[in-house]
Each structure stands twice: as structure tokens, then as C-alpha cells.
């Protein structure tokens, strides 16, 4: 998606997710605040999974330059799982909705969970520098889990940073 009218789709999308929930937002109010028909919004948004995964999509890309900081592997992990945390702690409404529209069975959202399943793996493979596949694996999955537990509502996104330390230390102890 990279038109204008994409673009304000999801700029309307973001906004109407803010304001109403995932629960209440439809694909029809979406279009209307961005002053389009649903036609048009159905043309490229199919499924309020789509919109939602997409939004985490470009959420991910905003911060996808920044370097992790840190003077060691752990630590570099432990920015990046803490940096990720803290971002969807402050977007409450995105990190509700992205959780179960990643978990769908919708054919909509598959390639944007591949790139974004792709994009934390290049992140935690650049924190975690010579760590080794398995520990980068081992880290993503943990992430993913976590994230998992953050949605279902098991802890809030800043108690996942504050747990995922431990984890991540533990995981790159075993790396070495």
C-alpha cells in the first residue's frame, strides 16, 4: 500500500482506532473519516486485520533505523525488547488490536506477519551480534510469546520489557 488514498486510509484508520477500539471500528467508519466510500476503503483494506496489522506494520518501521544501544549483547537485546515494550505500552488501542489480527487465519494479513516476524528477527539479530542463530530464534520466540501474554492481558506491555530482561539474560548466557 503506498498511494495517497492508502495513506489516508490508514491515517484515519489509526486515528478511529484511537477513538472508538477495535471492537468498534469497521472498514465503514474508517472510510468515512478518511472521506472516501467503503467501496474504495474495501479496495485496499479487505479486513479491519488487515488495517490493524498494517498499522503495526508501519509502527514497527518508524524505529526501524535506530541502533540499539547498549555495551553489550544483553543489553543491546534488552533495549530492544524494552524500546518495543515501552512504544506499544503508549499505543494501547494498536497493541490490543494487533495481537489477535496477527493471529488470525485472515489471508490478508500472512505476508505482513512474514515481514513482520522478519523485521523483529533483524533486530534481535543485530542486538544480539554473534549470539548464533538458535539464540536469535530462542529470542524471538520468547518475544513472541510474550507479546502473546501482553495481548491475552496475562501483564501489561511494560511489565513484558521488565520480564523479558530476565529473559533475555538468560537466553544469551546460554548462547555463549
Known amino acids: ?15 478511529e482506532l484511537r ?18 466510500s467503503p467501496a474504495t476503503a474495501y479496495t485496499y483494506l479487505a479486513s479491519k486485520n488487515r488495517l490493524y496489522a498494517e498499522l503495526f506494520w508501519r509502527f514497527l518501521l ?7 544501544d547498549g555495551v553489550d549483547p544483553v543489553a543491546r537485546v534488552q533495549w530492544v525488547t524494552r524500546r518495543l515494550g515501552e512504544r506499544l505500552a503508549a499505543a494501547p488501542e494498536l497493541a490490543a488490536a494487533v495481537t489477535p489480527a496477527l493471529l488470525s487465519h485472515d489471508p ?5 506477519r ?3 516476524g522478519a523485521e523483529l528477527v533483524r533486530r534481535f539479530e543485530v542486538a544480539a551480534g554473534d549470539a548464533g542463530a538458535e539464540a536469535v530464534e530462542a529470542l524471538t520466540l520468547a518475544f513472541s ?23 533475555v539474560a538468560v537466553i544469551m548466557r546460554g548462547s555463549r
Open 145 to 167: 510469546g510474550a507479546l502473546l501474554q501482553a495481548g491475552m492481558g496475562l501483564m501489561t506491555y511494560a511489565e513484558m520489557a521488565d520480564r523479558l530482561d530476565v529473559v
Open 108 to 112: 490478508e494479513v500472512e505476508e505482513l
Open 1 to 15: 500500500m503506498s498511494s495517497t488514498t492508502a495513506e489516508r486510509l490508514l491515517e484515519a484508520g489509526l486515528d
Open 19 to 36: 477513538a472508538v477500539g477495535a471492537e468498534t471500528l469497521t472498514i465503514r467508519t474508517v472510510a468515512q473519516r478518511a472521506g472516501l
Open 62 to 68: 518508524e524505529d526501524a533505523d535506530v541502533r540499539p
Open 114 to 116: 512474514l515481514r513482520i
